[in-house]
Each structure stands twice: as C-alpha cells, then as structure tokens.
C-alpha cells in the first residue's frame, strides 16, 4: 500500500507542477463587455468558478466533483451596498485560511458577513510550499465543494427547527467602491451574504428569549467555571445528526454560535450552526481522491455525500473536542427519539422545497440528484443515530468545573455504571443541586474520564460486579479526595487516580491505582481546543 501512495504522489506532481500566478477566472461575468455597457444593473449572469474546468483524464484521477457547477452560469442580485439590508457600511476584514470575508452592519446595528464562495487554501501550507504543485493541488479539489450548498441547508434546517442564516448568493461588480479600503479584493467576485448571528443584536423571534449570542470560546468558558452553565446536550445531538444527514463533515468547534437562556437556576446555551462550506462534499469521484480518503488514509474524513452513509466516523473526527464536551450525556434511547424526530421534521415536501432553493440551472444539474441522496439518507437516521451512540460512548469524559462538586460512581453487578456529579454551594445554607446523571453500559463503555478542575472535589466510587468500566479520575487544581469502596472482579484495577503529589487525599480500595506526579499536567484539561 505504502508504494501505491508513492504512486500516486509522483503522479501528482507530474500533473501539477509548480503553483500557476493566474490560477482563477478573470471575471466571474458571463459576457463582461456586453453586460459592462450598462452603468448600472440589478442582476447580472456569472459563474462561480469557470477556471475549475477539466477533461476527462482529469476527472478520472482528481474527481469530476462539482465542476459543471462552479463554470454554470446563473442569474444573481449585484450588491448595492447603499440599498441592500437598508443600506450596509463596511465593520471589519475577516475571513480564514481559505475565504474572504467582510463584516457589515446596517443602521440598526444588526451585522451581516459577506463570504467569498471561491476558496484560495494556499495559506494552508507552510510557506515554503506555497510555490509549489501542492497549491494547485489544493485549490483544484476546491470543486468538490457545492457553490450553491448554502441555501438547501437553510431550508433544511428551517424544516427541522434548527437554527440558521439566510443566505444570498451575490455579485460585486466591478466598479463597487464601498467596501472600505479593500474594496479590490471583493470585486468582480461571487459572494454569499448572510446575517451573522453574533451578539445581542442578531438575536431574532426565531431564538425566542435567548438574551444573548456567544462563540464557543466563550461558551467553553463559562461552561467550566461555574456549575449553571450548561449546553443542551440535545439540542447538539439534534444538529450533529443533522450534519451527516446533509455530508458536512467539518463541524469543529469554530463552526458554531451558541444561543444563551436564563432559567431559575440554570443558564442553558442552545447551538447555532454556521459556515456550512462543506455540506454535499463530493469528493471520492476521482482515483487519486478515492485512495486518500479511504478508512486506512490521510484524507479518511473527508467524506463524500453519497446515497448511504458508510459510517459516520469520519463526521466526527474534526468535531472531536467539541463532540466530547457537548454530547456526554445523551442517552441510546434519546439519540434514537432524535433521528425519529429527524424524520418526521424533513418530509418529501421539505426536502423538494429546499433543493428547489437553486439557482433553476444549477438545480437541473444537481438539484434531484441532492434530494434523492437526502431521501436515503433520511431513512438511515435511526441506524446512523445508534452508530454515533456508539462511537461517542467508548471513551466518555466527564468534566466538572472551577467550582466545588462531587462525583460519585456506583458500579453495577452487570458491569453497567451510573455517574452523577453535585454541586456543592460555597454557601451551606443553599441546598446542593443535580448537575450529571447518566447510566453507562459495560456493553457500549471501556472507559470514563472524570475531571474535577478547580476547588477541591470529591470522587466516591460504591458498588461492585462482575465485570466493570475503567474509571480514571483526575482530580484538577485543589485539594480533592478520593473514596474508592468499589470492586470488580477478575484481573486489572478499574480506578485510576491521577493528581498531584500534593494535590489529592486517596482512602484506596482494590480497584484504586494512585498515579501522583510532580507536574501539574498529570491532570491537564484543554478547555479550548489548543
């Protein structure tokens, strides 16, 4: 295998060559000069990407991808800045190692992104390669990505009362000077234009009484310092299923917005989804694409929206972080109410509705082809549901936060383990509160990470049984102490103490295995994705 790969490879460097200046399309007007005699017009006829064009070698070895797509010329509104939103004023230059991206508000202050639908991923390489094939490598398989993708999902997303943007495909003409002092690089271009859900102000009907708009760092930073902060596990759920319903398998933790509400004791951060670049990736259509991205392969979870799921694993390879701080709670019976709920959310009118949403030429080419795939899709929901249980429960972390609990373990005679988690009030007139209840099958578990974080926690492990989950307990910054009065039968302890040598008081029992260090990174948590 390893000299197919280094097959493959000379092969790519025998067709690409080093890095073209003019890689991408001049203009993305249909007929520039005929269209340009007119000093001002509403629509105009582009093309998103003509220069991703190829024959038929090429589609052999690197995928035909969405290419008819990108060089299909569609009819699209020309952004007017002074009149569109009630007119926008250029805020902030954005965008990552791939788009371009401008932040505009209008009078009331509500903020809108303008995104370039074309990608340059030559930032993506080290300097040093930037020169090189690799670049036109990269930038060509730009194509398996849908141009016109944005607008399905909305629709789907609407179906299944998941919140979303409404996107607007757009062009910058050529003249358009009112994008700030970078106005040249937006110019002449196909963009999407969609409202940004980021701050009080973006907050709409469709988010109810949610009193504010966060991004994950700062989700991830209140969630681990105070107890009442906590994401709806189910409502994440909900929308994960939904992202390998619709193929977008680059989910991580930038990806997302989180909508925050206030109850009695609890303050709730409900997902937003955003930047769906990826959804009906089609990718594995070439020879060289179809060997990297196999399960064995560098490239494994770059997966193609095909008619089945082969399995999901590869949708959670890039939200791992996130997956395991937001989905440790979620039950095989809930996972399975959701992809019900799933299914009866996106009927056959859904789904022909939002397809429906393409620009009509674009839809000819790929708008049935979409819906079919999404209609198999669909009726795998319960067995893709049981699948990503599975997968997400063989290794589960548990985390408390910066303020005092304790986490207790009672050990099944099955082998099964519930592990719930109190908060313990600074205050002892306040009475103490359930934060974590979940019931873990040996069946599905091998292990359990429990981490204390801050403030001196307490572990309590009861019970005893046949068979049992490995239980590592890590106890954080603080004094904590450890009771471990579990037992499981046969060969290995299943209670594993990690801290400090100072840091932890332990009443062992025969399960319990002390590991103490003297560095602070025995019990290391990333909080941010680092």
Request: proline share 4%.
């Amino acid at each position: 295998m390893r000299k197919l790969l280094t097959f493959f490879t000379l092969i790519l460097f025998l067709c690409n060559g080093c890095a073209r200046k003019n890689y991408f399309q001049s203009s993305a007007l249909v007929g520039p000069v005929e269209q340009e005699r007119h000093a001002k017009w509403d629509s105009a006829t582009v093309v998103a990407g003509k220069h991703y064009e190829r024959g038929f070698f090429h589609h052999l070895l690197w995928g035909k991808h969405y290419r008819p797509v990108w060089a299909e010329p569609v009819m699209l509104p020309v952004l007017d800045v002074s009149r569109m939103h009630g007119g926008l004023t250029p805020e902030k230059l954005g965008g990552g190692f791939q788009t371009t991206s401008l932040t505009m508000e209008n009078e009331q202050g509500k903020q809108y992104s303008l995104r370039s639908v074309d990608k340059d991923p030559k930032n993506i390489l080290p300097k040093g390669l930037r020169k090189s094939f690799l670049v036109n490598l990269l930038r060509d398989q730009t194509s398996a990505g849908h141009p016109y993708g944005a607008v399905v999902v909305s629709h789907l997303a609407g179906g299944a009362k998941i919140p979303h943007s409404h996107p607007r495909y757009v062009y910058v003409p050529k003249n358009e000077k009112g994008l700030g002092k970078n106005s040249e690089e937006f110019q002449d271009k196909v963009f999407l234009l969609e409202e940004k859900y980021e701050g009080k102000e973006a907050i709409t009907s469709y988010l109810g009484k949610a009193k504010d708009l966060v991004d994950s760092d700062e989700f991830l930073k209140n969630r681990f310092s105070k107890h009442s902060h906590l994401p709806d596990q189910l409502s994440f759920a909900k929308a994960r299923l939904f992202d390998v319903l619709i193929g977008d398998w680059d989910r991580h933790e930038g990806q997302w917005q989180w909508a925050v509400y206030d109850t009695s004791n609890v303050t709730t951060y409900t997902p937003v989804p955003k930047d769906r670049d990826q959804a009906f990736f089609k990718f594995d259509d070439g020879m060289i694409p179809w060997l990297f991205s196999r399960s064995w392969a560098p490239l494994k979870k770059m997966k193609t929206f095909h008619m089945r799921v082969s399995s999901p694993k590869g949708y959670l390879q890039n939200a791992k972080f996130i997956d395991e701080r937001c989905l440790n709670e979620v039950t095989q019976e809930q996972w399975q109410q959701l992809a019900l709920q799933l299914q009866n959310q996106l009927t056959d009118s859904v789904l022909t509705s939002a397809v429906e949403a393409l620009p009509t030429s674009v839809y000819k080419l790929t708008g049935e082809e979409i819906r079919q795939k999404l209609a198999s899709r669909r009726a795998q929901l319960p067995q893709l549901a049981n699948e990503l249980y599975k997968e997400l429960s063989k290794e589960v972390m548990v985390p408390g936060t910066d303020q005092k609990e304790k986490f207790v373990v009672e050990r099944q005679k099955n082998g099964d383990a519930r592990v719930y988690i109190i908060q313990i009030p600074n205050d002892e007139k306040k009475p103490s509160r359930l934060v974590y209840d979940r019931l873990f099958k040996k069946k599905d578990t091998n292990s359990i990470s429990l981490h204390g974080l801050g403030e001196e926690d307490e572990f309590i492990l009861t019970g005893e049984g046949n068979r049992g989950i490995k239980v590592f307990i890590y106890g954080g910054m603080g004094k904590d102490k450890v009771n471990d009065n579990s037992y499981v039968r046969g060969l290995g302890r299943k209670t594993l103490v990690f801290d400090t040598k100072q840091g932890v008081e332990v009443e062992k029992g025969k399960e319990t295995k002390l590991i103490k260090k003297h560095d602070v990174a025995v019990h290391a948590f990333d909080r941010e994705g680092i």
